[in-house]
Nanobody
């Protein structure tokens, strides 16, 4: 599957951005989809995931600022980011992984190793 992320940009603290990720290739419906980010000098970190049905989501942020959603008919996944902070500045990546029972590994959905396909990343910069 090929992934294409978009929607990043420069925004002031407190602002919002909506990232989009389009997928092509195999049947999108069966994939676990995730968003990760990587800031300069830091390791890639989990942001959110959504299961294939869209009924189950999980977030690293406990403040409820981010919302992940998907539209299987459009082969797309989104990340709505509100109340952005300077520390949210990073390159954001969308990723796809096989859903169970097709996934036979042991990595959790918050672990980047769970995901086999990655988009090219989109830069998000939040100014103070």
């Amino acid at each position: 599957v090929q992934l294409q992320a978009s929607g990043g940009g420069l925004v002031q603290a407190g602002g919002s951005l909506r990232l989009s990720c389009g997928a092509s290739g195999r049947t999108f419906n069966y994939y676990l989809m995730g968003w990760f980010r990587q800031a300069p000098g830091k390791e890639r970190e989990f942001v959110a995931f959504i299961k294939w049905s869209g009924g189950s989501t999980y977030y690293a942020d406990s403040e409820g600022r981010f919302t992940i959603s998907r539209d299987n008919a459009k082969n797309a996944v989104y990340l709505q980011m509100n109340s952005l902070k300077p520390e949210d500045t990073a390159v954001y990546y969308c990723a796809a992984g096989l859903s169970k029972p097709y996934y036979s590994g042991s990595y959790d959905a918050t672990d980047f190793r769970r995901y086999a396909w990655w988009g090219q990343g989109t830069q998000v910069t939040v100014s103070s």
